[in-house]
């Protein structure tokens, strides 16, 4: 990462104003629909001598999906998708961080959907830090992944007189997350 010499573990709270999750997913078995997350928070706890010791935590207001389309995000809101009037968050918590080179790893976790959990890996990156003009220590981190929305209780699709399915089960997640470093 920035020092081979450097072994202090670092904590990093994620800007939310500054970070988003989107999910991209196929409509009508042909065309791409991006749905974002802004509202994300966590703690980033990284080891830059060990990545393995580093980790992750993030939560997701789940009600904070905005697609573009109002009747679209009340629907993913829905008892039909997300219900977030029970389940108002989503969470991870990784299990496990995979060293594959210099600045890019694998995350492992834990992540709840839905009332469901599952494992997940991502694939993430440091792509930089440095000072910011008020003086704090910023990084920015990519990561992504597949999930299959059934393994998570995500089941409600409608069929298409053509074949197929409205909505796939696929779903990409893809996350830019930029983050404060504490205060030792």
């Known amino acids: 990462m920035t020092s081979a010499t450097q072994t202090a573990t670092t904590t990093w709270t994620i800007d939310p104003a500054h970070s988003v999750v989107e999910l991209a997913v196929k409509h009508l078995m042909f065309s791409t629909v991006k749905g974002r997350f802004p509202n994300v928070t966590g703690t980033i706890t990284l080891n830059e001598s060990d990545l ?28 039909d998708f997300l219900d977030v009037e029970t389940y108002p968050a989503i969470t991870f918590r990784s299990t496990g961080v995979v060293p594959q080179g210099r600045e890019k790893f694998v995350i492992v976790g834990d992540l709840t959907l839905h009332g469901q959990t599952q494992e997940v890996s991502l694939n993430a990156e440091l792509l930089g830090q440095g000072a910011d003009p008020w003086g704090s220590q910023r990084a920015g981190f990519t990561a992504s992944t597949t999930i299959n929305r059934k393994d998570f209780g995500l089941t409600w699709n409608q069929a298409l007189e053509t074949g197929g399915m409205l909505v796939s089960d696929q779903v990409k997640i893809s996350l830019e997350i930029q983050a404060t470093q504490q205060a030792s």
């Open 52 to 79: 393995s010791a580093s980790s992750v935590t993030a939560d997701i207001q789940a009600a904070s999906i905005h697609t573009g389309e109002v009747a679209r995000d009340s629907h993913l809101r829905s008892a």
